[in-house]
């Protein structure tokens, strides 16, 4: 069975899906089709049925932060997670409906975002705030009046309040870290410091309702972490397997710690600029809260 055809069965009523199947399905076989569908909608119902105690719970109500300029992969990842869980909402959230890409307009979008819901749509007392990482459209939402004060808001009914990669920096920008062990992208570790965070150099971070992950990639090891204290271990490690999680990355390259010297250097001297920027940013972010 394909992913697609997984998602469905997992989130749609029996109904719904023996609709879908019976409209695409061959006029000529009608009887063989309802039969395949029936059968697939009884070992489904069964199995949910056993393994309830994987899958159970209140309707989870996610929203998570678009933006232009955030870095594509900080938002798929956890979504690739978020959405292998059953009885859930999730919403892609920004100011507006419009699509989002690059933060320069004048760059083509290559995988345009369109927005789900607007700010003054979503809903309030979700179990998941989201925010994605960056570089620069992070810096640009440190210093959005209208994206800060949403985020406040949420803040304080969220359940969890989370991030991946810089994303971090926006939630410390809106006074949400403060005090609170995070993580952040190994080299925006010192401006997460200027927010009032406590910078932990870690894969993913958990200090109480606040669940951040590292640079880019971590975001399905920080969604596996949040579906753990979201729902059970059992299902998050079900999750894992249902999307072959399983990483073998060709070099041992993936943090400063590991790579050779001079890669580190490269990069260093490559953002140093940006370095400096987030730094300041996040100065200035400081003394909207202070």
């Known amino acids: 069975m394909n992913r697609r055809k997984f998602i469905q069965?997992?989130?749609?009523?029996?109904?719904?899906?023996?609709?879908?199947?019976?409209?695409?399905?061959?006029?000529?076989?009608?009887?063989?089709?309802?039969?395949?569908?029936?059968?697939?909608?009884?070992?489904?119902?069964?199995?949910?049925?056993k393994y309830a105690e994987f899958t159970g719970g209140d309707k989870l109500i996610i929203g998570m932060l678009v933006y232009p300029g955030m870095f594509l992969q900080d938002l798929v990842g956890p979504l690739t997670v978020f959405e292998?869980?059953?009885?859930?909402?999730?919403?892609?959230?920004?100011?507006?409906?419009?699509?989002?890409?690059?933060?320069?307009?004048?760059?083509?979008?290559?995988?345009?975002?369109r927005p789900t819901t607007s700010f003054k749509d979503c809903p309030k007392n979700l179990d998941v705030l989201?925010?994605?990482?960056?570089?620069p459209g992070t810096l640009t939402m440190m210093e959005d009046p209208e994206v800060l004060s949403f985020l406040a808001e949420q803040g304080k009914s969220a359940k969890f309040i989370t991030s991946v990669c810089t994303g971090s920096l926006i939630?410390?920008?809106?006074?949400?870290?403060?005090?609170?062990?995070?993580?952040?992208?190994?080299?925006?570790?010192?401006?997460l410091a200027e927010l009032g965070a406590i910078p932990t150099k870690s894969r993913v971070v958990v200090d109480r309702n606040r669940v951040t992950g590292g640079g880019v990639t971590a975001?399905?090891?920080?969604?596996?972490?949040?579906v753990a204290l979201l729902r059970n271990e059992n299902y998050a490690k079900a999750v894992q397997l249902y999307i072959e999680y399983n990483p073998e990355p060709p070099?041992?390259?993936?943090?400063?710690?590991?790579?050779?010297?001079?890669?580190?250097?490269?990069?260093n001297e490559m953002f140093a600029g940006i370095n400096e920027s987030s730094i300041q940013t996040a100065r200035r972010a400081k003394k909207r809260f202070s």
Do not use: C
Not at 9 to 27: D, E, R
Not at 251 to 267: D, H, K, R, W, Y
């Open 9 to 49: 069965l997992a989130s749609s009523s029996g109904a719904a899906l023996a609709l879908a199947k019976l409209a695409k399905a061959s006029t000529d076989e009608p009887t063989k089709v309802a039969a395949e569908v029936t059968r697939e909608e009884k070992q489904h119902s069964e199995a949910m049925n």
């Open 84 to 113: 292998a869980l059953m009885n859930r909402d999730i919403h892609l959230v920004w100011k507006n409906l419009d699509e989002v890409g690059n933060e320069n307009p004048a760059q083509t979008k290559l995988i345009p975002i």
């Open 130 to 135: 989201f925010v994605p990482g960056g570089v």
């Open 171 to 191: 939630l410390g920008a809106a006074g949400l870290l403060r005090g609170y062990n995070a993580t952040s992208y190994w080299s925006s570790l010192p401006a």
């Open 219 to 226: 975001g399905i090891d920080f969604g596996l972490k949040l």
């Open 251 to 267: 070099f041992n390259a993936g943090s400063p710690e590991t790579a050779p010297p001079i890669v580190t250097q490269f990069l």
